[in-house]
């Protein structure tokens, strides 16, 4: 049974540029949260999808945004990246219908802006 | 102002030594968890607790919810090498969505 498996691992971008992660769900799972960790800190919530919507949102400028495929699967776009942007992008499943807290998290995406 | 304050950010142990870290805030939860992340990993679910006063023991690890419910305790006997990490507190907003202290990072020394 696969985990929760994100895209690339590492990658190193420039100011300005865009960039997209993925993530692929545990299986059974329909609810995909994206969270981003800044190096010291405790991740922070950045948007949740389910049914192929945003469901929730955190405090995140417009330049963050995603989707949701008919599959689960799930991109995080970061457009006009800023020095800022730079952190561990974490995504985390869960079943959409029962609201546990329990959430099942990949292993990362380490972006690096310079 | 962090929702969890956790405390401390940092401590480094020897191995076969106890430790106690916690999480605390002035809002009342209705749960709270606590994750470990080891590097270059994603956070894993060790515990959620309910209950205000609930204990729960993870083999070595002791978690505690406080009695009004507004802070919890992890304490770990004999630590071990394997239980470096950053140990995360979070609560749940609903649907899933989780609130994060800065953790705790724990080092132990062989």
């Known amino acids: 049974d696969a985990g929760v498996t994100q895209s690339p691992t590492h990658l190193i971008k420039t100011r300005g540029q865009q960039v997209t992660l993925r993530c692929s769900p545990k299986?059974?799972?329909?609810?995909v949260s994206w969270y981003q960790q800044a190096l010291g800190q405790g991740p922070q919530f950045i948007f949740q999808y389910y049914e192929e919507e945003e469901r929730q949102r955190g405090n995140f400028p417009d330049r963050f945004s995603g989707h949701q495929f008919p599959n689960y699967s799930s991109e995080l776009n970061v457009n006009a990246l800023l020095l800022g942007d730079s952190a561990l992008y974490l995504c985390?499943?869960?079943?959409?219908?029962?609201?546990?807290?329990?959430?099942?998290f990949g292993e990362g995406s380490r972006l690096t802006v310079l | 102002t962090q929702l969890l304050e956790q405390s401390p950010q940092f401590l480094s142990i020897q191995e076969g030594e106890n430790l106690t870290v916690y999480c605390n805030s002035s809002s009342v939860f209705s749960s709270l968890q606590w994750y470990r992340q080891e590097p270059g990993e994603g956070p894993v679910l060790l515990v959620t607790?309910?209950?205000?006063?609930e204990v729960k023991k993870l083999k070595r690890l002791t978690f505690q919810f406080g009695d009004a419910r507004k802070d919890s305790s992890l304490h770990i006997t004999a630590a071990q090498p394997g239980d470096t990490g950053l140990y995360l507190c979070?609560?749940?907003?609903?649907?899933?969505?989780?609130?994060f202290g800065k953790g705790n990072q724990v080092v132990v020394i062989p």
């Open positions: 299986s059974g799972h329909d609810t």
């Open positions: 985390a499943s869960s079943p959409g219908r029962v609201a546990t807290g329990e959430l099942f």
């Open positions: 607790v309910v209950t205000g006063g």
């Open positions: 979070a609560v749940s907003y609903g649907n899933n969505r989780l609130a």
